[in-house]
């Protein structure tokens, strides 16, 4: 059986920037109340237009530059998403197309914040039964186009974005453990109004925006966050001193400090994007790999701890020996 192992990140990111002082202006919220509950300074918002296909192919197409592979090489493409441009056909086989290429499987994998971590633990087990060779794992989202404007618990949490790795077969471990979980029975505390089963655009449906009950969300993701740390070491027979960075998901630095207290890191071992990018859903944590390989933090050969949490519950972790 091979490994897979990664070969190259990229990441995208909209060009217009929107400020906590800028929300503040729209609801009753203030800079000083975002940044002391949240760490989030600003977010990226997508143009009107630019969809999840759009960001994805860019970050693709980075990640395959520092990969050195080129479009014709992917046999296989997995993309996480909550924000699919289309109900159908699935946001990957637009991405295929943009890129060129025919033929190989593409397809999306709904997870909401951990739709990436999922995208890589299918990817990985393909090329684990050597039934793909090179994968792109995308995550990318428009979470902005899923917001009630006027809910101020909401609306200041999140931003768009894209992020991808190249996974190649190898001898060598690469992704040393994936795993895995969901509990739907949490549907209640974080979902999106609307539904297809009443009709898409059916008035009786309302607006397709998120509805979240924070602080209960909270709770649990530093509960479950916890447990995935322990699992994830446990998988691997290691101890938590094995761990040279931390690259979780971007909801909320006091989330974020709570796992690397778990894990007895400091925080300058933990890669933060949430102030500059806000919670980007499935491209956190690849635009936080992405962020942290180019800036020159993360080196080969160096063990990476990711993981993320989100909507369904889903949650899940990865451990990489970059
Ligand atoms: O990525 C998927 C998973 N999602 C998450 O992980 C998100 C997890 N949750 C969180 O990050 C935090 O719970 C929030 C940032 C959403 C909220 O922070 P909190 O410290 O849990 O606040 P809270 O919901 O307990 O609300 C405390 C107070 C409330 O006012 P009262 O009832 O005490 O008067 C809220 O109405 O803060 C109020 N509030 C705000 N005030 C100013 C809520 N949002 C805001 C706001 N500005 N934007």
Known sequence: MKYASIKGTGSYLPEKIVTNDELAAMVDTSDEWIRERTG???????????????????AAR?????????????????LGTTTPDRVYPAT??????????AGCAAFDVQAVCSGFIYALGV??????????TRALVIGADVHSRLLDWADRSTCILFGDGAGAVVIEASDEPGIMSSHLHADGRYEPLLYVDGSVADGYDAQSAGPAVTRMQGNEVFKVAVR???????ET???????????????????????IQATAKKLRLPMDRVV??????GNTSAASVPLALDTAVRDGRIKRGEILLLEAFGGG???????VRF
């Not at 990957?92 to 290429?101: F, P």
């Not at 990817?123 to 793909?132: D, H, L, N, Q």
């Not at 479950?224 to 322990?230: A, N, S």
Request: charge should be negative; aromatic fraction near 4%; proline fraction near 2%.
């Open 40 to 58: 989030i300074h600003q977010r990226h918002r997508s143009a009107d237009g630019e969809g999840t296909g759009q960001m994805a192919e860019a």
């Open 62 to 78: 980075h990640a395959m530059d520092a990969a050195g592979v080129s479009p014709e090489d992917i046999d296989l493409i997995v």
């Open 92 to 101: 990957a086989c637009q991405v295929q197309a943009r890129l060129g290429i």
């Open 123 to 132: 990817a990985e087990k393909f090329i684990r039964t050597e039934s793909a």
């Open 224 to 230: 479950t966050l916890g447990r995935i740390v322990d």
């Open 233 to 255: 070491l446990a998988a691997n027979g290691l101890k938590r001193q094995a761990v040279d960075w931390l690259i979780p998901h971007q909801a909320n630095l006091r989330i």
């Open 272 to 277: 933060v994007t949430v102030d500059k990018h």
């Open 313 to 319: 519950f889903t949650w899940g972790s990865a451990l």
